[in-house]
């Protein structure tokens, strides 16, 4: 094995695999696999993909290798490597041939750390699809330093959290200096309609994270606060707390829920903002809520909304609670939504800016596809491709980063080719 790097690596993809797609056997893992070889083994906008398959069992990585090798029959070459999330010399073999490690296993909290720790001794880069803060804001403490030095671009939450977020944002931002010669003041996130299903792992990584909260009161502190990613000495702004009522939005004409997501979402574009040196003023504001619609019935299911989320809420608080939902209701971790569920399903989200004096734009984001699971395999897959193909020409820097900070218009540019929505409407 060689020597750890202590100087950034050239990223001329000299090393053996373009992308380890690490947890391929997992239901996430098979669904990023699967798409990765539909849509990059043998892509006619990118050189050819150079993927490798990841994970504890080979016995389970061959048989996933075969069903891609029935998608397309080059994928029945494609390099197998086993290793364990708690083995770093496993991990280390696996960091040091990729230039990319891609990972879909969670709960990150209790299975990633390692991961990151190899791929930033091997200035290696990453993407993952955590959404637990907790997770992230331990990788900065422990890598932050390393990760500049080694050049390893460590970059979470690439999936529905936290890419429509973090990319619309941008996107927003790009246009109000365009067109208007300065940054907008503020951004809000409306999640409006869509349709989806959650999977095990996410139930697991949501319950492992209230478990970290009831043991650690620094967890909970970290999870409370809306500056929690920032970086040292710069956890300070104009944001408070996420909503946690019903509201109803005057420049949405719509009535307004609590986001789950926007516990991770508004930290992460928050930390963006920072890592790119406040490209977006050091007053910027930016809020996350769900649209439930106009008049009474929008006002209902805001309330409807509000209501199912505080009782579940409370209800996985309760550990003979918890343990009943755990065993009785909630889907086990490799269980998700069936491929019809995932083609149905779909996402629709609306962002409002405003600069200083007033001036104001509107933009969408859209998926086509489950945005837990269909959506979010195409943006983790597309994230990995960027990384691996385009990495030379980004101007990132190593760290633990953002999607935004790392990959910006560039991906964006991919997410669209792919057919995902990012559009400017007025």
């Not at 990841?54 to 086993?82: F, H, Q, S």
């Not at 010399?89 to 209790?110: F, H, M, N, R």
């Not at 897959?381 to 999607?403: H, M, Q």
Request: with cysteine.
């Amino acid at each position: 094995m060689a020597d750890p790097t202590t100087t950034p690596r050239s990223r001329d993809r000299s090393r053996p695999h373009d992308i380890v797609l690490w947890g391929a056997t997992g239901f996430t893992g098979q669904l990023v696999a699967e798409y990765l070889t539909r849509h990059h083994l043998g892509d006619a906008h990118d050189p050819p993909l150079r993927l490798a398959l990841a994970g504890r069992n080979r016995k389970k990585l061959e048989r996933v290798r075969a069903d891609l090798a029935r998608i397309r029959p080059e994928a029945a070459e494609l390099p197998l490597l086993v290793g364990d999330s708690f083995d770093a010399a496993s991990l280390d073999a696996i960091a040091e041939q990729a230039s990319v490690v891609c990972t879909t296993v969670g709960p990150y909290a209790k299975y990633g750390a390692e991961l990151v720790a190899a791929c930033v001794r091997h200035g290696t880069d990453y993407c993952d699809l955590t959404g637990e803060t907790q997770f992230i804001r331990r990788m900065i403490d422990a890598h932050q330093d390393e990760a500049v030095r080694t050049g390893a671009r460590i970059v979470h939450c690439c999936g529905f959290d936290s890419i429509p977020s973090d990319l619309g944002t941008l996107m927003l931002q790009e246009e109000a200096k365009e067109r208007y010669g300065a940054p907008l003041r503020e951004v809000k996130f409306f999640a409006g309609e869509s349709k989806g299903g959650f999977s095990g792992g996410t139930v697991a990584s949501m319950l492992n994270l209230l478990e970290e909260a009831e043991r650690d009161p620094h967890v909970r502190k970290v999870m409370g606060h809306p500056y929690a990613l920032n970086p040292d000495g710069e956890r300070r702004g104009p944001d408070g707390s996420d909503q946690k009522g019903v509201r109803y939005d005057d420049d949405l004409g719509m009535w307004t829920a609590p986001f789950i997501m926007a516990a991770i979402n508004t930290r992460v574009v928050r930390r963006s903002n920072a890592l790119m040196g406040y490209a977006y003023g050091k007053d910027f504001r930016y809020s996350e809520v769900m649209s439930t619609g106009k008049g009474p019935a929008g006002l209902a299911r805001a309330a409807a909304v509000t209501a199912g989320m505080g009782g579940f809420v409370a209800g996985v608080a309760i550990k003979p609670i918890r343990k009943i939902l755990e065993d009785r209701v909630l889907p086990a971790p490799g269980e998700g939504p069936d491929a019809e569920a995932r083609e149905e399903g779909f996402f629709v989200v609306r962002l409002l800016g405003e600069t200083a004096d007033g001036r104001k734009v509107r933009g969408r984001v859209e998926g086509d596809h489950d945005p837990g699971y269909g959506e979010t395999a195409l943006m983790l897959g597309e994230s990995a491709v960027c990384l691996a193909l385009e990495g030379a020409e980004l101007d990132a820097p190593g760290g633990i980063r953002t999607p935004a900070s790392t990959m910006g218009a560039t991906l964006i540019q991919r997410l669209r080719r792919a057919g995902m929505v990012f559009r400017i409407e007025g």
